[in-house]
């Protein structure tokens, strides 16, 4: 594990060659400018979605496109967002940009308020679209201060005091800048004592999920578990694996989960856009499963990420509705 280091000046880049769509048009990425007072970055209105592009023998490939693109649309509608865009405009705004930045391995769509406002409800509710596709590694971190936290495998954190918010507050379902706050200071001061993740327990002391991923275990008796829709982000990558799983003949169950099973299970890993599948090796520094304290991941967790990496290469014919071939019409 790479630990964060402080931030240390790195060499002036050029300016990124990278286009970002907004509104409509291509433009110069270093020219997405929003002002600081601007209603999303003073109430935390902005939503997102985030999708990854792969690498396939029939070109880059947005991995399902349509279901993030959706997601998006729903957390609109569940904070009142007057998103005017269809679906279908979209993903064509999705598609066009992974077009223009050749090399990208993901896809962000940001909708936001960017008027000046004096209240929280915006005097003018128009929305701006970005779609950015980039290579995280080239684009964005290679260009920020200090390096990057590194860990194939993590080490969790399990976080009982900052419960996940009550979904009749601010629905988990809704990727919302402002959902991500609270994640964000249980991470940081998860990060400064040692650990890479953590995970959250709802209102009910039950397992929710991490900062931005959601949570799997493996039982005793080889069944794949994970935490309900209620607290948690309908995540896109838990969907896949939930339905790979089930392709597979593995047992699966989605219900509640108390965070003691988590000490018992024979595996825990966590899924995510950016990261697939990612094993997980301790919690709260005890080891998960048999042989994780001597740096080995489970075996249903290294399949399932190795089926993972298959389905969105395109090398699944089963899956391959899921990947929108960008050079193809």
């Known amino acids: 594990m790479t630990t964060v280091a402080s931030a240390s000046p790195k060499p002036p880049l050029p300016p990124s060659d990278r286009k970002i769509w907004l509104d409509g048009r291509l433009v110069p990425w270093d020219s997405v400018t929003v002002h600081v007072l601007s209603h999303s970055?003073?109430?935390?209105?902005?939503?997102?979605d985030f999708m990854s592009v792969h690498e396939t023998p029939r070109g880059?490939?947005?991995?399902?496109?349509?279901?993030h693109v959706r997601?998006?649309?729903?957390?609109?509608?569940?904070?009142?967002l007057p998103l005017r865009l269809t679906e279908a405009e979209i993903c064509a705004a999705v598609v066009e940009t992974v077009r223009a930045n050749p090399g990208s391995t993901c896809a962000k769509v940001c909708a936001y308020l960017p008027s000046i406002e004096v209240e929280v409800v915006p005097m003018d509710d128009r929305m701006?679209?970005?779609?950015a596709a980039y290579d995280a590694a080239r684009d964005v971190i290679a260009r920020n201060a200090g390096r990057p936290h590194v860990a194939p495998e993590l080490r969790l954190h399990l976080d009982r005091e900052r419960q996940k918010m009550r979904p009749e507050?601010?629905?988990?379902?809704a990727k919302v800048s402002a959902n991500y706050t609270s994640p964000m200071v249980a991470k940081w001061a998860a990060r400064r004592a040692g650990y890479d993740e953590i995970l959250l327990v709802d209102e009910k002391g039950f397992v929710a999920e991490a900062s931005t991923e959601n949570v799997f275990l493996v039982d005793r008796d080889g069944t794949l578990r994970t935490p309900s829709l209620e607290y948690v982000l309908p995540?896109?990558?838990?969907?896949?694996?939930?339905?790979?799983?089930?392709?597979?003949?593995?047992?699966t169950v989605e219900g509640s989960i108390r965070p003691e099973e988590l000490f018992t299970a024979s595996e825990v890993f966590l899924t995510a856009t950016s990261a697939g599948v990612?094993?997980?090796?301790?919690?709260?520094?005890?080891?998960?499963?048999?042989?994780?304290h001597l740096g080995r991941t489970g075996p249903v967790s290294l399949a399932l990420k190795a089926r993972f990496q298959e389905v969105t290469s395109g090398r699944v014919p089963d899956f391959d509705a899921w990947l929108r071939y960008?050079?193809?019409g």
């Not at 970055?41 to 997102?48: G, K, Y």
């Not at 694996?241 to 593995?250: M, P, T, V």
């Not at 990612?278 to 994780?292: F, M």
């Open 235 to 251: 995540g896109v990558t838990r969907d896949a694996i939930l339905q790979i799983a089930k392709h597979d003949g593995r047992p």
């Open 278 to 292: 990612w094993p997980v090796i301790s919690i709260d520094r005890k080891p998960v499963g048999e042989g994780s």
């Open 60 to 67: 880059p490939a947005v991995f399902r496109m349509p279901e």
């Open 71 to 80: 997601r998006l649309l729903r957390s609109a509608e569940l904070l009142g």
């Open 41 to 48: 970055m003073q109430r935390a209105s902005l939503i997102f």
């Open 326 to 328: 960008v050079n193809e």
């Open 169 to 173: 507050i601010l629905p988990p379902a």
């Open 128 to 131: 701006s679209v970005c779609v």
